[in-house]
């Protein structure tokens, strides 16, 4: 049966709204990143209850009496290209709110970063709910001096996005593929919208996780029945959870060693689910290796590597 997929061009401006804000918090790793010339990439998740900022420190710009503070708490850990450190955000109000805009219909962070003593943090979003995301705005505005929107208004697209990040740190595309053959996986709600002949893309926001699966928003060019949840019945953006097993420990392996992705796409290819994910080039090597090391207990085939490449121009042709 034909298994229909749309390119992450024919999606760009499903979420057609951007948010930057600007956070300041007085902390060692915030005053950290106030000494450097260049900003620090920063990476949101949650484990359990619990999120967490990921701060990575690149080498070159680190001053060497600040690597004795990062390697000295629990969380330091030194890479190939950064110094990384791990925090925990519920507790501290300000960020706490940026959480909570994040569980919003729709919303998926694309970029963070420390620069000059502020976390500074894009997401996009969906028109629909722009009412609920300004009124978390007010609360968070309300913290005088801690916070400010840097812009609000139309996204300029995803790709436009990741092309930005590009210029700024190499991102490249890393994109494997599941056997789809297994009963567990076939019930996967993209599957079913696939085999119906729909073109359907899935964009996972694997920075956030529930006992059901990681949060994904489904792209359709027609409208979708059950079992999905509807984010937009105009434009045809639904929501589903995303648990498919190797998929799933992916997710967990990125998150332990620490490897930010930018943006994830899954999709499906005649019996195989396509996973498209986007990292940055000094981590991509880290990111296969933890995938090689899945494949070793695997049946051969049921995990394949499809593709590793830089992000260029040329890659919107086929992605």
Known sequence: MRMALLLISEVDRKLDRMCVLALRQDTLWFKMASRMESSAPAFIFQDSDKTFLQIYFPKDHVKKSDISAIMASPSGTEKDAFYTVT??????KHLSIISEIMDLPTVVAINSYLREGELFVAFRFHRSVIDDVEAHLVTLLELNGYARIVYMGNSPGIITLLDRINSDTPVS????SFDISSEAVQSHPLLTAARSGTDVLA???VRQSTPEGARTIIYSKYKLSAPFS??????CIYETATNIAPFMEGRKRGNEARIPRIAVFLGAQKDRLVDTTFVPTSEAGEYISQYFGMMSGMKKG???LETFSPLTKESWEWL
């Open 87 to 92: 925090e925990r955000i519920n507790n501290v």
């Open 230 to 235: 509807v984010l937009s019945e105009e434009d």
């Open 173 to 176: 595309v890393v994109q494997y």
């Open 203 to 205: 964009e996972v926001d």
């Open 302 to 304: 049921e995990l394949r």
